[in-house]
């Protein structure tokens, strides 16, 4: 089972580490737009931050440009970043290439079973399904997941992790993990919600006056 955040807000990558519980980082180009800051110095802080894979995209269209932007990412940025491709024929052809490299691939934008059983068979170290963009277009996401794990149960020569992103409530965290997806990504936000109770905020408080009163009473 393992926590990513699905962020490139170093401030919030920070935040969660802290915690001790985060296997890794998945960045993508809408959300290097949103950090306002350059691609490749924001990918070195979030892998200096966190020891897991962090993801960083290629931009490229084609399967040339895909690899040759996957490896010069690989020499320029630190060693637990991995290449993340988009799921085209193009895509699978560079995942191919890039895993005989011995480099690891996140395939993304992944919105069908089939999408995901093709990438695990290029050989992608994870694949990510989009949960909350199917769930926009008004269809369940949850069930692709079900789909891919239960394809994969047929095969257990693969060794394509199940990523599920595009992560929208804690509810989608739980359930992805119910039905034994690998990974999950998501932010800071649903990191926060899957940690926190009202009940927990309100019993800490009473203990906290509690013992204010036995500190007073000189009985600490
Ligand atoms: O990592 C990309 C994926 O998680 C996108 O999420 O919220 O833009 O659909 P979202």
Same mark, same amino acid.
């Given at each position: 089972m393992e926590f990513f955040l699905d962020t490139a807000d170093v401030d919030e990558i920070r935040e969660i580490a802290a915690w001790g519980i985060l296997d890794g980082v998945t960045t993508n180009p809408s959300l *290097?737009? =949103?950090?306002?800051?350059?691609?490749?110095?924001v990918v070195s802080e979030i892998a200096a931050i966190c020891p897991g894979p962090i993801s960083a995209e290629v931009t490229a269209m084609d399967?040339?440009?895909?690899?040759?932007?996957?490896?010069?990412?690989?020499?320029?940025?630190?060693?637990?970043? *991995?290449? =993340?491709?988009?799921?085209?024929?193009e895509g699978l052809a560079a995942t191919?290439?890039?895993?005989?490299?011995g480099i690891d691939t996140n395939v993304t934008l992944v919105f069908s079973a089939s999408q995901?059983?093709?990438a695990a068979k290029a050989g992608a170290t994870y694949v990510s399904p989009f949960i909350g963009r199917i769930d926009d277009t008004g269809a369940d996401g949850m069930q692709?997941?079900?789909?891919i794990m239960q394809t994969w149960a047929c095969y257990p020569e693969i060794t394509t992790k199940v990523l599920a992103a595009s992560i929208r409530h804690p509810t989608h965290v739980l359930s992805c993990m119910q039905l034994g997806a690998h990974t999950v990504t998501m932010p800071a936000k649903i990191f926060r919600q899957l940690m926190t109770h009202p009940l927990t905020d309100r019993g800490l408080d009473g203990f906290l006056k509690d013992w204010a009163e036995v500190e007073a009473a000189g009985n600490a």
């Open positions: *290097i737009k =949103k950090s306002g800051r350059d691609f490749k110095t399967t040339e440009g895909m690899i040759s932007q996957g490896l010069a990412l690989k020499d320029d940025l630190p060693g637990n970043v *991995i290449i =993340k491709v988009p799921c085209t024929p191919k290439f890039l895993t005989s490299k995901a059983l093709m692709l997941i079900a789909e």
